[in-house]
């Protein structure tokens, strides 16, 4: 049996979707990975975890080493963890710090492991729903990834055979703001850094902030490249935006 994590998330659904009868879903308040002995029920009888730590979960508050030292008392013997590709390009800068440390936690336990490392997400573009798209750094292209991509890659190491593995998952071209508000028949808005600030600030702390504008405005070469590993081990190539964008179209009318 596989317990899946954030299980009602933009990656938890599809990938409960692909595993079926073989996974059992879980999120808040079922669950609280602030406390870890929260997951000892639903743990009886699985051997492979999938862990999602987001929002306040990346607080210092967060005990990795304990939700794996439980998953490890149930008999889990395989956990894939989903951190950012920040985590491996900028793990000094908040908040990819905190997935850094929390990979490293995987590393050292006695655990299989396979961490996942995606890019954005091309489901962040919901937040144009109202039917304008509006964004900074118009013209900064990067490879976003579909969520549904990256549960297809958890749903393949979660069953085995990846183990010891760091994937970076990306989309198979990059695009800017403005190119992905086009394939979505949008008007575009270019925000200023400011504009982006003040809203990102009603629902972000200031240091993931700026850390985000940081990469969405100045990343790195590594960071712009397009990686293979969703083809790699789903054996297909990961998802286009322009395909994602024709499926979702109706969210944006």
């Not at 394939?183 to 972000?204: C, D, G, H």
């Amino acid at each position: 049996m596989i317990v899946v994590t954030g299980a009602t998330g933009n990656v938890g659904r599809p990938l409960m979707e692909l595993l079926g009868d073989k996974a059992v879903g879980v999120s808040r308040p079922q669950v609280d990975l602030l406390r870890p002995a929260s997951l000892e029920p639903v743990l009886d009888g699985a051997d492979a975890l999938f862990l999602l730590f987001g929002g306040d979960l990346l607080g210092p508050d967060t005990d990795v080493f304990g939700v794996l030292d439980v998953a490890k008392s149930a008999g889990v013997r395989r956990v894939v963890l989903l951190s950012s590709q920040g985590a491996g390009t900028r793990p000094d800068m908040v908040p990819h710090s905190r997935m850094a440390s929390f990979e490293e936690a995987v590393r050292q336990s006695s655990l299989e492991w396979t961490i996942l490392r995606p890019s954005g997400f091309f489901t962040n573009t919901y937040a144009w729903a109202g039917g304008m798209a509006a964004a900074p750094f118009a013209d900064v292209a990067l490879p976003f990834v579909d969520p549904a991509d990256v549960a297809a890659v958890a749903a393949v190491a979660l069953q085995g055979g990846h183990e010891g593995r760091t994937y970076v998952l990306t989309g198979p071209e990059t695009m800017t703001p403005r190119e992905r508000a086009s394939a979505l028949s949008l008007p575009f808005v270019e925000l200023s850094v400011e504009e982006a600030r003040e809203q990102m600030l009603r629902f972000m702390p200031p240091p993931v902030v700026d850390g985000t504008l940081t990469l969405l405005g100045a990343p790195t070469l590594e960071e712009q490249q397009v990686s293979g590993h969703v083809e790699q081990v789903t054996g297909r190539a990961a998802t286009r935006f322009a395909d994602w964008a024709a499926r979702n179209a109706h969210a944006f009318k």
